[in-house]
């Protein structure tokens, strides 16, 4: 299972399945009865999956109704009786659906329990009114981009429920047109009160590191460092060799828990990055995927004899390792990492060394850290536009004809504009 506990008060949580095709998919759960949520099913079954959508995507988008479905508990809403009237939200609840959208789910859990583990449906006699008054307090707000995708999917799915019920009613009923009218009305409202992300200044931009602040970062994440903050042989040369993959390659961290041994062929020194959607052989829930094309990589004499000393000497020695050919594997159990296991070792590094970077993150470390150091190459080797974005595409695995090199160009252009201004300035 992976996603939204269902715990601290929360009713609803998410949890994929596997199919024995190994397709992964996942289903929003009431924690109190432990079965799926028929609507929010029957949405993500009928209109996500039906439309290809990947399981993160799916995922992103029932946590996004969890949002949605706790707001209107906490307000008394009920979403049948409602569209059955010809009606479906007010604006005062739109306004505190969209409130919603920019809170923590713990904010929101914690809203609407009301300092008690009563679930939603238990305090659906509270006024609208009371409820603003209850939550006049303003917690801490999400990045304005996930609180923008969280109202895209809660638009999507009250636009899936109205045109169901539409479907369901004569064009004659008084209630069609009045249920067609306030459906238009409410996503018109909520499209509005999206936040816009700032990206498009570039100001929210998430930078590579230096060449300076790697080495900082690798020095304080070797094995032998007194100030590497891990405990036992295999985390401490696991964790580094997650780290000089990531820099060395500019992979995803997904690309990374992907690899498995036979993808290496260390006589050659490179390594495969093989796309396997829906691997049944894969025992994780969410599985790691490979978002971009698959490709060929060297990796080095150096990094490939790291990796081939922690295959021997440290991944040997956990578990059920020797099970599955997974590169990176949990410590004690040997199990295939996961995704949220790698997210919490630069979590803790983040806690145990304040002054590393607060952006230390494995996308960031890798994938824009690397296209970082590979403009400053370009530029030195002085390679044409055309040339770099071959050669950057070729290693990132997007096509030739995507536009997704310009947004590092961009990072690398926008970086040599502030050395140049400044030199103006001192100037």
């Known amino acids: 299972m992976r996603g939204i506990s269902c715990q601290e008060r929360n009713p609803y949580c998410v949890q994929i399945v596997t199919f024995a095709s190994g397709e992964r998919f996942p289903l929003l759960i009431d924690a109190s009865t432990g079965a799926p949520r028929f609507q929010p099913t029957l949405y993500a079954t009928t209109h996500l999956r039906a439309r290809g959508r990947a399981t993160e995507t799916i995922h992103q988008a029932l946590r996004s109704i969890i949002v949605l479905e706790l707001t209107l508990g906490r307000l008394g809403v009920n979403l049948d009786r409602r569209m059955n009237e010809g009606r479906l939200l007010d604006r005062g609840e739109i306004d505190e659906i969209a409130r919603g959208c920019s809170l923590p789910l713990e904010s929101i859990v914690r809203e609407s329990s009301g300092g008690s583990c009563a679930s939603p449906s238990l305090r659906r006699g509270k006024g609208f009114e009371r409820v603003r008054m209850a939550t006049k307090t303003v917690p801490p707000q999400i990045d304005p981009s996930t609180a923008a995708i969280r109202i895209h999917y809660i638009r999507d799915y009250l636009k899936w429920l109205t045109a169901n019920r539409l479907f369901s009613l004569s064009p004659r009923d008084g209630a069609y047109a009045a249920l067609k009218v306030s ?53 401490k040369a696991r964790n580094f060799l997650i780290a000089k993959w990531l820099v060395a390659l500019g992979i995803r961290r997904g690309e990374l828990l992907n690899v498995r041994i036979d993808d290496i062929d260390f006589q050659t020194e490179r390594v495969t990055i093989e796309r396997r959607p829906d691997d049944a052989r894969d025992p994780r829930p969410n599985q790691p995927r490979v978002k971009t094309r698959g490709r060929d990589l060297p990796i080095g004499s150096a990094l490939a004899a790291l990796t081939h000393e922690y295959v021997r000497t440290q991944r040997a020695t956990q578990g059920n390792a020797r099970k599955h ?39 960031v470390l890798g994938r824009h850290s690397w296209n970082t150091r590979f403009s400053e190459l370009a530029d030195e080797r002085k390679l044409s536009a055309e040339l770099e974005k071959k050669v950057r595409s070729r290693a990132m695995g997007w096509s030739e004809t995507s536009n997704t090199a310009a947004t590092y160009t961009r990072r690398h252009v926008e970086r040599e504009a502030d050395e140049l201004i400044r030199a103006l300035y001192d100037r």
């Open 183 to 235: 459906a238009d009305l409410v996503c018109g409202v909520l499209a509005e009160l999206a936040p816009v992300s700032s990206k498009r200044h570039g100001v929210t931009d998430r930078k590579g590191f230096l060449q300076t602040e790697i080495d900082t970062i690798l020095a304080v994440m070797d094995p032998a460092s007194p100030t590497n903050p891990w405990k036992g042989e295999h985390i």
């Open 325 to 363: 050919g997974y590169l990176f594997v949990a410590n004690g159990t040997g199990a295939p990492l996961s995704l949220p296991q790698v997210a919490a070792i630069f979590t803790d590094l983040r806690r145990s060394r304040p002054e590393l970077p607060r952006n230390l993150m494995p996308h």
